[in-house]
C-alpha cells in the first residue's frame, strides 16, 4: 500500500513539474522565443529578471551558475532572457515565459511564476529556479 501512494505521488509530482514547460512551448507556437535551460537548482540565491545581449556576458552568467555547457546563441539575430527566481525554502516553485507579444518595436514577454499553495505537498529542500529563453529578435525587451 505504501508502495502505491508513493507511486500516486511521484507521478502527480513529475506531471505538475512538466506541465509548465508544456504550457511555456504550446504558447510558443510562433517560434518567437525557445527555453533553453531551466532548473530548479540554479544556485542563484537573488531573484533577477535580466536580458543579456552579448555572448560575453552569456558566459559570464552561466559561469556563475557554476555550469560547464554553455548552449549556443546567435547574439546577431537573438537575445536571451534570464527569469532567475532566487533561493526558495521549498520545492513547488517555477517561472517560465507565458507569451511573447511583438509590439512593433518593442517585445513584450509575460511571465509566469508558479507558487507552492497552502496544503501542497512540495519537497523540501532548497531550490532556486531558473528558466532561459532564447528570443528571437533584438528589439528591446520589456518583461511583465
Known amino acids: 500500500m505504501k508502495k502505491t501512494v508513493c507511486y500516486l505521488l511521484f507521478l502527480s509530482l513529475m506531471a505538475c513539474g512538466s506541465n509548465s514547460l508544456k504550457n511555456a ?15 530548479i537548482y540554479s544556485g542563484l ?35 536571451v532572457l534570464i527569469l532567475n527566481m532566487g533561493r526558495k525554502n521549498t520545492g513547488g516553485y517555477d517561472v517560465f515565459p507565458e507569451k511573447m507579444i511583438d509590439d512593433g518595436n518593442k517585445v513584450i514577454m509575460i511571465i ?3 507558487f507552492p499553495q497552502k496544503g501542497d505537498m512540495v519537497t523540501t529542500a532548497l531550490t532556486s529556479p531558473i528558466c532561459i529563453v532564447k528570443i528571437n529578435s533584438k528589439k528591446e525587451i520589456i518583461i511583465k
Do not use: L, W
Open 25 to 39: 512551448e504550446a504558447k510558443n507556437s510562433s517560434g518567437n522565443f525557445e527555453v533553453i535551460y531551466r532548473s
Open 45 to 79: 540565491p537573488q531573484k533577477t529578471y535580466r536580458v543579456i545581449r552579448n555572448n560575453e556576458d552569456f558566459r559570464a552568467f552561466f559561469i556563475s551558475m557554476k555550469e560547464d555547457k554553455v548552449p549556443e546563441v546567435n547574439f546577431e539575430t537573438s537575445n
Open 112 to 114: 509566469k511564476e508558479v
